[in-house]
């Protein structure tokens, strides 16, 4: 049995190299069912076979390196009536369960909320919901506190 010394490392998405970042979208084609082969998902991401199958085993999203599915949370949000309750449906909606949740007295009209979170059926990425989460016009600071078990 050969026993390979590997390393990984986690790497901003604008620093890689485009084949990389293609053979990330073609994975993630296939992955979502969106396309029926490696053909279809390299000629729609404009990526060639041979370098898709040099990558594809060698890069991956950060959310798949984790094991267990549970991230940490850390929100800056205004104090108005709703706000937690339309983040805890938008955290259902992603189909993420909530497994703690610790709120702040608000100070100034402002509260801090920290949500676990178990990732494991969720229907979009961490960046999505990330994204979506920044839209809300009472949000006015969100951060991954920590991704693992």
């Keep these: ?3 390979r010394n590997e390393k990984f490392y986690l790497v901003r998405n604008d620093v ?17 069912g969106k396309v029926d082969s490696v053909h279809e998902a390299v000629q729609q991401v404009d990526l060639s076979r ?5 990558y594809r ?9 984790v094991k267990e599915r549970i991230i940490t949370l850390f929100f800056h949000l205004e104090d108005r009536s709703g706000t937690l309750s339309q983040l805890l ?3 259902a909606n992603a189909g993420c369960n909530v497994l703690t949740i610790h709120q702040t007295i608000p100070l100034q009209g402002k509260a801090n909320v920290t ?3 178990n990732t494991t059926a969720m229907t979009k990425t961490i960046e ?3 994204a ?3 839209r809300l016009e009472f949000i006015d600071r969100v951060e991954i506190l920590s991704s693992g078990a």
């Excluded at 041979?50 to 040099?54: C, G, R, V």
Aim: aromatic share 10%; hydrophobic share 50%; glycine share 0%.
């Design 128 to 130: 999505e919901m990330i």
């Design 50 to 54: 041979s370098a898709f199958y040099k």
């Design 115 to 117: 949500l676990s979170l």
């Design 16 to 32: 890689l190299p485009e084949s990389m970042q293609k053979t990330l979208e073609a994975k993630e084609l296939l992955e979502r």
């Design 57 to 65: 085993d060698a890069v991956f999203p950060f959310q798949a390196m």
């Design 89 to 91: 449906a938008m955290v």
């Design 1 to 3: 049995m050969v026993q």
């Design 132 to 134: 979506d989460f920044k």
